[in-house]
């Protein structure tokens, strides 16, 4: 790694559908270069044969603004067809080079956009530099090791996680996603029982919980509600009235509010205060302990380092229409600005860890970009996490985007050095 002195004037940025790559470069490049004041966004235009992405260049110079202050001066140059070189060439020629003279040094980073853009622009811009003696350099921002790598002088950066950072509101903002719920207090409420649970793991007897959890009694019994977690009070199984409560199950069910308690301190069954108090107490035992565990895991171990990690976020893109469009991540790590999603369920059935492997992956992509990774929790033993581990590696084309933790992972000290490992 080398430490460079750039004081060129303009930067260049490609912008594709992903702004994130193009937010770390400027951030870098503005840190180091005082002289930089001008940043050139070129990106699609809206045809009908290619998708538009002045958007994501609206979105990044409005957080780049917020920054800095409005320091800078941003040039957007779209271009007609990405597909063309020919093309792309005029669009350069007509709408970039006037921007360009011999008194002011340039700079390209062509991380961004696809590749037939980068390319093209690349070889556009070597000839204009040539014949007009403009200075021009070349970089890429790598997304495995997190370092800008110039094309003459090698990696100039370190990693660049410990460096730059945003909020996981700015992440998704600059996505065009949106926050649709409020902050819970899930994991002050159920603070015993989650500690309760921790106990449980560290002693090696989660397996007794599950022996006594039967949660088809905690199902609704209205026929339109079949399987689904019962939510209303008039909706209770007489199965579960009659049920009797003990061991590690009683144990938890105890360490809970009173007002979410279920059963009494002789096991049997006892209703809660309202329907609201049924429907969270319900839901925490049927799984969002494990969530709120992983969250208090992180919270007590990574705090600092560079990272912020919040949970329970319901994202939707702003264009979507339906509300029912939306989709939740169960945890959010922000190691400075790259996102890890972290999937948690309490399923032990390898088709039901699977699909929620590809939905990790797939919803942290889309708010993160490439640079996203993603954490499946599961209760899967040693063997079927092996498994599930090396098909999803295969999947989703390459080893350092998923990670699958099962059963044997789930004490305080093995859980925090998996995610540790997975994230440097």
Not at 78 to 86: E, G, Q, V, Y
Not at 123 to 144: G, H, M, T
Not at 181 to 196: G, H, M, Q, T, Y
Not at 401 to 423: A, H, P, Q, T
Request: proline content about 2%; aromatic content about 10%.
């Amino acid at each position: 790694m080398k430490n460079m002195n750039y004081q060129f004037c303009n930067l260049i940025l490609l912008t594709g559908t992903n702004p994130l790559p193009n937010f770390v470069v400027a951030e870098y490049f503005l840190a180091q270069n005082k002289n930089l004041k001008n940043i050139f966004l070129i990106y699609s235009e809206e045809t009908n044969n290619q998708r538009g992405t002045k958007n994501y260049c609206d979105t990044l110079k409005e957080l780049l603004n917020s920054h800095h202050q409005n320091n800078l001066t941003f040039e957007f140059i779209h271009l007609s067809n990405i597909s063309d070189a020919s093309q792309i060439r005029r669009n350069l020629d007509a709408r970039l080079l006037p921007l360009l003279n011999s008194t002011f040094s340039v700079h390209l980073n062509y991380t961004g956009g696809t590749k037939v853009m980068g390319t093209h622009v690349y070889r556009w811009l070597e000839e204009k530099a040539r014949e007009n003696n403009i200075k021009a350099s070349f970089s890429y921002l790598d997304a495995r090791t997190f370092q800008i790598v110039d094309d003459i002088n090698g990696r100039i950066t370190g990693d660049l996680r410990n460096e730059i950072g945003l909020s996981i509101q700015e992440l998704i903002s600059l996505h065009e996603f949106e926050r649709k719920n409020k902050p819970s207090e899930e994991i002050d409420l159920f603070k015993n029982a989650v500690n309760k649970f921790k106990e449980l793991i560290e002693a090696d007897k989660l397996k007794d919980w599950f022996n006594k959890y039967q949660r088809d009694l905690f199902t609704s019994k209205n026929p339109k509600e079949k399987d689904k977690l019962v939510e209303k009070i008039r909706n209770l199984k007489d199965d579960l009235k009659n049920f009797r409560a003990e061991g590690s199950f009683l144990e938890i069910i105890r360490s809970m509010p009173e007002d979410y308690i279920l059963f009494n301190n002789d096991g049997s069954f006892r209703e809660p205060k309202s329907n609201d108090c049924l429907k969270q107490a319900v839901k925490f035992l049927d799984g969002k302990w494990l969530e709120l565990y992983v969250f208090d895991v992180l919270k007590n171990n990574l705090t600092g380092q560079n990272i912020e990690i919040d949970r329970n976020w319901e994202i939707k893109k702003k264009q979507w229409s339906s509300q029912h469009q939306k989709f939740e991540l169960d945890i959010i790590l922000l190691k400075g600005y790259q996102l890890i999603g972290i999937s948690c369920t309490t399923a032990s059935q390898r088709h039901i860890c699977k699909s929620k492997g590809f939905e990790i992956f797939l919803r942290t992509r889309q708010i993160g970009g490439k640079e996203a990774r993603a954490v499946l929790i599961t209760r899967l033993n040693k063997s079927q996490r092996n498994e599930l581990q090396e098909e999803l590696e295969i999947d989703t084309e390459g080893k350092e985007n998923i990670l699958v933790l099962g059963e044997d992972d789930l004490k305080e000290s093995v859980l925090i050095n998996r995610i540790k490992d997975f994230i440097k």
